[in-house]
C-alpha cells in the first residue's frame, strides 16, 4: 500500500461507534471540570447515562472506540497516586486518545519551572485535555486560566476532587435499590477536614437529594458546621457529627474516609491507636446502620485504622466496584469535555 492509500484508510478510522466525535454540547456547557458544585441535576444525570454507556463499552471483548482520536491527553500529577492517575490513562486510551502521563517528581518542575510554564510548555506538546492533580487548592483553577484545552481537576488539596464524586454516585446508584440516592442517608466517616473526596461528595450528593451525614472527632470536622448553615443547607440536607451512633442509625451507605497524616498538623489526633478504637469502621459498627447498607472507601486505605480489613473486603463493600466505575466515569467526563471543546464552548 502507499502512503497516500494508508493514509486514507486510516482516515476512515476503526471500527464505528456509538459515541461518534464530538459530543453533543448542548446539554453539557462546561469546558472545564474543576469541581462539581457548578453541575445541575441534569448535568449530573448527563454524566450517569453517559458513564452507564461507558460501562457497556467496557463489557465488550475489545473495550476501544475512537471518540478521541487524535486528542492529547496529558496526565500532570504533583501528588502520589495510583488509581486516579491509571484509571485516566485507562479511560483515555479506551477513547483512542494520545496520552502522555507526566510526573512532576521527574519533570522539570524539580528544576524550579513553574506550573504555568509547565502547562504551557505541554499545551505546545499538543495537550488538549490536561488532567491535574496538585498538592494546592486552587492549582486546577489556575492552570485554567492559562491553558487553551480543558483542565480536570484530579484532586487538589482539601478542596476538591470531582471524578471521585461523580464515581462514588454512580456506584451508590448502582447498588441502590430504587437506582437513585435520593432520600437516602449517606454518612462520611473520618477525617473529613482534609479530604477533597468529602468536599466534592457533599455537594453531588445533596445536589442529587442524599441526606448527607459526616462523622469524625470534632477537631476533624472543623468548619463544616459553617457548611451546614450556609451554603450546602437550604434545601440541601447535610448534617454534622461527631456522635457515631447517630450518623449509623438508618444509614444506607458508609463512606470511610482515610486519615491523611500527610496533610494533618499535630494535635489533630491524640493517636492512630485511639482514633481507630472510637472511629474505626468495624463490623459491629456497620451493623448499626441499616441491613446490607453499602461500605465505600475512595482508597488507598489504612485497613485497622479508618477500616476494618474484614468489613473492606465483605460482603456489603463496594470499594472494588468504586475502583473499577471510576474507569466509565473518567470516560464519560472526557468524552463531554471534548464534545465542549469541539463547539468553542
Ligand atoms: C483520595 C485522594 O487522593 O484524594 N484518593 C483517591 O483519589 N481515590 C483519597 C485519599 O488520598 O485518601
Request: contains cysteine; charged residues 20%; aromatic residues 4%.
Amino acid at each position: 500500500m502507499t502512503t497516500d492509500a494508508a493514509l486514507a484508510a486510516d482516515e476512515a478510522g476503526p471500527i464505528p461507534s456509538p459515541l461518534a466525535n464530538p459530543a453533543p454540547a448542548g446539554r453539557w456547557p462546561h469546558r472545564h471540570l474543576l469541581d462539581v458544585d457548578v453541575l445541575t441535576p441534569d448535568q449530573l444525570d448527563l454524566v450517569m447515562h453517559t458513564t452507564e454507556t461507558m460501562t457497556e463499552i467496557l463489557a465488550r471483548p475489545i473495550p476501544k472506540v475512537p471518540a478521541l482520536r487524535g486528542w492529547g491527553v496529558t496526565n500532570l500529577f504533583y501528588e502520589a497516586s495510583t488509581r486516579t492517575r491509571v484509571s485516566f490513562e485507562v479511560a483515555a486510551k479506551n477513547l483512542s486518545a494520545d496520552v502522555v502521563n507526566v510526573t512532576a517528581s521527574a519533570s522539570s518542575v524539580t528544576k524550579g519551572e513553574s506550573l504555568i510554564d509547565t502547562i504551557r510548555t505541554l499545551e505546545a506538546l499538543g495537550a488538549r485535555l490536561l488532567v491535574i492533580r496538585h498538592a494546592t487548592a486552587g492549582a486546577p483553577n489556575l492552570a485554567a486560566e492559562h491553558f487553551g484545552g480543558s483542565v480536570l481537576n484530579a484532586g487538589d488539596g482539601a478542596h476538591a476532587h470531582p471524578t471521585q464524586a461523580l464515581l462514588d454516585l454512580y456506584t451508590m446508584q448502582t447498588h441502590l435499590e430504587g437506582g437513585s440516592v435520593a432520600g437516602r442517608k449517606v454518612v462520611i466517616l473520618g477525617d473529613v477536614l482534609h479530604s477533597r473526596v468529602a468536599r466534592s461528595n457533599l455537594w453531588s450528593l445533596t445536589a442529587a437529594g442524599a441526606d448527607v451525614w459526616v462523622c469524625g472527632p470534632a477537631t476533624l470536622l472543623r468548619g463544616f458546621d459553617a457548611w451546614a448553615a450556609a451554603g450546602v443547607g437550604g434545601s440541601r440536607r447535610f448534617t454534622v457529627t461527631s456522635d457515631l451512633g447517630a450518623a449509623l442509625r438508618e444509614a444506607d451507605v458508609v463512606m470511610a474516609l482515610r486519615i491523611q497524616k500527610e496533610r494533618m498538623a499535630s494535635g489533630l489526633l491524640p493517636s492512630l491507636r485511639e482514633y481507630a478504637a472510637r472511629f474505626g469502621l468495624t463490623r459491629e459498627r456497620v451493623a448499626l446502620a441499616k441491613p446490607g447498607a453499602l461500605v465505600m472507601h475512595p482508597g488507598p486505605m489504612n485497613e485497622g485504622v479508618e477500616i476494618a480489613a474484614d468489613v473492606a473486603a465483605g460482603g456489603q463493600s463496594v470499594i472494588t466496584d468504586q475502583v473499577a466505575n471510576g474507569v466509565a466515569v473518567r470516560m464519560a467526563v472526557l468524552y463531554l469535555l471534548s464534545g465542549a471543546r469541539a463547539v468553542g464552548a
